[in-house]
């Protein structure tokens, strides 16, 4: 069936063999760094890798939000898993480790900090014939050996050192970004609770019940925000450039 994005001065309308109207999508649905709620903090780019970093981070903003956020609803519809595509395989740090057999026994637990793919002593990987159930190990073996047919190929040429920069953005970038945006969000929190809270005294930031307390950052949860961005995101118009367009991208 042939579909067809067409755009207007404050839509978008997706439309089937060119004559039926199958959904129209307004310009304000658009989520992208213009729109979301970092888009004083990033340096947005008009195209290449470092459009798809900065638009992930819009992205990751945004899901650490939660239910705050502009387009909960939206991001309630995207898949939960990283999205598996060939830049992440190999890479153990991208994985998130906290569900592996090892863990749950006490067991050494991985580290995520971004700094390579083996390097702080990452952790050991579950025999996948002793702990034939831990998905997150048996995701990176697979990983790994598809990782392997891509040696000598155009395809490894193309993803060399792309990783790398991710994890780079990520140390430089995304984690002070999202401290510094939710640190004052936490702060105006604290200040709207002042007199209810402590009778006029301003809380500490870990004394107010608020869901922000408990945002914590991750490479992992950023590289599933970059694997969402690769998957669906595409040119949208000339102000959001690279964007994320709820309905467009399914």
Request: with cysteine; charged share 20%; net charge negative.
């Amino acid at each position: 069936m042939l579909f067809l994005l067409k755009q207007f001065c404050r839509s978008f309308i997706l439309t089937r063999f060119i004559i039926d109207i199958v959904v129209r999508i307004p310009k304000a649905a658009i989520l992208s760094t213009r729109s979301c709620f970092l888009s004083q903090d990033i340096t947005s780019a008009p195209y290449g890798h470092a459009a798809h970093l900065a638009l992930a981070l819009a992205l990751y903003g945004e899901i650490l939000r939660g239910q705050d956020s502009k387009w909960f609803g939206y991001l309630q519809s995207l898949p939960r898993e990283t999205v598996d595509t060939a830049i992440f395989w190999g890479a153990k740090d991208v994985i998130d480790f906290r569900s592996c057999v090892r863990s749950s026994r006490g067991e050494t637990i991985p580290s995520h900090r971004a700094n390579g793919d083996d390097a702080g002593n990452v952790g050991p990987v579950c025999s996948n014939t002793e702990f034939s159930e831990c998905a997150p190990c048996l995701q990176y073996l697979d990983s790994k050996r598809a990782r392997m047919w891509l040696s000598y190929t155009e395809a490894e040429k193309e993803l060399d050192g792309l990783m790398d920069e991710i994890r780079q953005y990520y140390v430089s970038v995304v984690e002070p970004t999202l401290h510094a945006a939710f640190g004052s969000l936490r702060q105006a929190e604290a200040e709207r609770n002042v007199n209810e809270v402590l009778g006029g005294e301003i809380p500490r930031l870990d004394e107010c019940s608020n869901e922000l307390n408990s945002v914590k950052p991750s490479l992992p949860g950023f590289c599933h925000a970059y694997s969402l961005v690769s998957s669906r995101a595409f040119l949208a118009d000339a102000y959001h450039g690279l964007a994320m367009v709820p309905v467009a991208d399914a």
